[in-house]
Each structure stands twice: as C-alpha cells, then as structure tokens.
C-alpha cells in the first residue's frame, strides 16, 4: 500500500476535515473503466478510426496509469481490482509514491456495459466482482505477516470504491443498501478504506424525482445516519448536479467530504468550469475518468486540473488557453479549434456516452463569467423525441401528462447516470 511514503489523500483529508476552507483539493484519476465498458474501456488508440473499433490495449491503459502516477499529480489512482494486482502488489509502483492505490469494490449491473446488452436499461442490481481480501493481498483469505522469519505479504490497496444506484424502488433501494451494510461491516473487520460514489438513477419508471440533487443528497445523509465513525466512507463520489445541491450536502455535515465525478468528456472547458465550480460551492475531491483518459495529453490535462484545482490557475477559460499553448509546445494537434473548446456543452452523462453529439450554448470568451447560465454545463442531455411532446411552456417536463414510457425516456436522456 505504498506506506514507505506519506500519501497525500490521508493529509489533505485531515486538513480539509479540520478546516474546510483550508484550500486543499483531491483529485483522483479514474482508471477502472475495464469493469465496465469492456474492449472500449481502454480508450481510442491513435491508430483509431472512425469504423475500425481500433482500442487501447489493457497493457497500453496500464502504461498511462505508470504514467500518471508517475508525475505525481493526483493523489489517487482508483483502477479495477485485476489492475490493482498487477501494478500495486506485482510492480509496486506506489511503493515510493504518495499516490494512493485505489480500487473499484463492487460493480452493479447498472455498469455492466457490454456492446448490445441491455443490463444498464434495467433497475440496478448490486453485485461485486472483487473481494476485499482480493484487493488487500490478492489471495482469498489475507495472512498475516511472518514476524519470525522478517516475510510481509506484499500488499495491495486499502482503499476502494462502493456505489449505490438509488431508483426510488423500495425493493431495489432496500436491497442495495442492504448489500452496503454487508460491505461496510466487512470492511471495517478487514481495516479496509472505502469511498461512497451515488449514480444517478437508471430506471426510476414512474418515480423519477423532479429533484434529483435534492433526492440524492436526502438518501445520502439517510444512508449514512445510522453508520458511526468507522464505518463512514472517507469522502463522497456524486454527480454535479449544479451549485445549490452541491452548497446544500458541504455544509450539512463537515465530516462529510464530498466529490464529484466527471461524465462524459464534452470540451476541455466542460472539464475545467465543472471543477472551479464545484470546488467554489463546497466539493473537495473530482475523480475524472472519460475526460482525462480522453484528453489528447493526459499528463498536461492532469497537470491544468492541479492548477486549477489549488488556484494557479484562477479562471477555466485561462486553463483552456494554456492547455492549448502546451499542445502547441508539445506539437499535439488538439481535438478542437481554441474557439470551439471554449464552449460549455450539454453532455451526455452516461458511461456509454460517446464523445460527439453534443450542443454548443456559450462561449467562454471573457472568462467563466460569460457562461450563462450555469445550468448549461450540469450533466445533462437532451430530451428524446418522446419526451418533447410533452413539455411545459418553460420547456421543462410536465409529469402529469406524461405516460410510463415517456417518463422513463425523459430520465434517460436528462439524467443517464455519470461513471468515472
């Protein structure tokens, strides 16, 4: 677990929970999309074209990761548990490093994304892959360490990621937190570290919550009432759903350090104002997968998230510019003309989202200021052709008149669930 190095996690969450406002930021780089998304998981290879289906090797996404960690830049590495063995037990590359090994701990069939499947549709169902033991020392049962003859196991993370998907379905709900109970019990006789991430629903029929910040924050602190100190999650991983959700969960409870995942990877400034904005009204952890394995430099990505994230860099727009100079520098040719990743987009937020199809609605010209309104860069996407016909006069869904089919495609296309 790399305990040769003082981690960085542990001493920014000491001082972000003795002083919020003290100005540390976590960031995490989200690399276990292998537990999802299959061959694509990886990412487009620069051999990619648009019909060949031409991914990253997993020993080419296991590179990045050495890469990554290497810089120094983020404080966690979150990866699925196979990758957990190979680079944290088998090659140690965190050893020296104070970068946290982390893993995913579980995987609900709401991410289980394999091309023509149909299990994302259907209401989440709890399920893990790994097992905590498998991520502490990859073997079924861990064993303690030979103090006569001076042998230690060679360890893997302590630290993982749990996810609930909540649907607003008393038989699914009930029988997701009661898989995290288990988890958390086994956890905390194991001394295993775990962080709570909560999806958006994915099937929520005719109960989707016309509130869905205010739905997700109500069942976290629920959830999380009856759980006493050592078993809390050391931080939280939830969906952006803009600023008044997100200043409402920081200042309930300051023990409660909360997250935000990225989503799809929309334009470099989606990626930037989603982390000024979200550290601006209480957020104190991003975990970005899709857009940081999707950046065309994924070290000089990381390295302007770190600038933005401890105020080198004050204003996402800059962060856009200077992200383009060091493309230039490096001779990268970027995905997008300067004018067109300064746009903020409407991004689809499911993990199977595809970089493309997205609508342009302002151009950060000035700087952040100029995004109007804020609403304009929160996860969403456009409502299906079932759902239009039945909007009110400001253009939001009336329920009322709506049928179960038209309910369900409204929450699909506005609230598809965020991954990594």
């Known amino acids: ?45 620069p051999e990619h074209h648009a019909k060949e289906g031409h991914f990253r090797t997993l020993q080419e996404y296991r590179d990045i990761i050495r890469e990554n960690v290497k810089q120094g830049l983020v404080d966690i590495m979150l990866m699925s548990a196979s990758t957990n063995e190979v680079l944290t037990m088998q090659d140690r590359i965190f050893e020296n490093s104070h970068v946290t090994p982390a893993a995913r701990a579980n995987d609900t069939t709401d991410i289980h994304l394999a091309m023509g499947s149909v299990y994302a549709s259907e209401k989440s169902r709890p399920f893990r892959s790994a097992t905590i033991d498998h991520i502490m020392c990859g073997e079924v049962d861990c064993r ?73 924050n109500d069942n976290i602190v629920r959830t999380l009432a009856g759980v006493v100190g050592r078993g809390r999650p050391v931080f939280l991983k939830i969906p952006y759903h803009g600023p008044a959700a997100m200043e409402q969960l920081a200042a309930y409870d300051r023990s409660l350090v909360v ?3 990225g989503g799809s990877s929309g334009t470099t400034f989606d990626a930037f104002h989603q982390l000024w904005e979200a550290k601006k009204y209480g957020a104190r952890v991003a975990l970005y997968g899709r857009m940081i394995n999707n950046s065309e430099h994924q070290l000089t990505f990381i390295q302007h998230l770190r600038w933005l994230a401890d105020g080198d860099v004050t204003d996402p727009a800059e962060g856009v510019r200077s992200y383009h100079a060091s493309l230039e520098k490096l001779g990268i040719r970027p995905y997008r003309s300067l004018s067109d990743d300064l746009m903020a987009t409407l991004r689809g937020s499911n993990y199977g989202a595809s970089g493309g199809g997205k609508t342009k609605t302002a151009v950060a010209t000035t700087g952040s200021a100029s995004v109007t ?16 016909s039945v909007l009110d006069a400001n253009g939001e869904p009336d329920f009322s008149t709506m049928t179960a089919a038209e309910k369900i495609a409204w929450n699909r296309a506005k609230w598809d669930r965020v991954f990594g």
Do not use: W
Not at 34 to 45: F, N
Not at 154 to 175: K, M, P, Q, V, W
Not at 373 to 388: D, E, I, L, N
């Open 144 to 216: 303690e360490p030979d103090i006569a003859g001076g042998q230690k196991p060679c360890r893997g993370a302590d630290l993982g990621l749990y996810s609930i998907t909540f649907n607003n379905n008393l038989e699914r709900d009930l029988e997701a937190i009661n898989a995290y109970k288990q988890f958390r019990l086994d956890a905390e006789r194991k001394g295993f570290r775990h962080f709570l991430e909560i999806f958006n629903p994915n099937d929520c029929g005719d109960a989707c919550p016309t509130d869905l910040g205010r739905f997700i």
């Open 259 to 261: 997250g935000i995942l």
């Open 373 to 388: 309104p804020t609403a304009t860069v929160t996860p969403t996407t456009t409502p299906t052709s079932a759902a239009k």
């Open 1 to 45: 677990m790399g305990t040769a190095t003082n981690k960085s996690l542990d001493q920014k969450l000491s001082r972000i929970l003795a002083n919020p406002a003290c100005g540390d930021f976590i960031i995490a780089d989200a690399k276990d999309a292998d537990m999802a998304g299959g061959m694509a998981a990886p990412g487009k290879s």
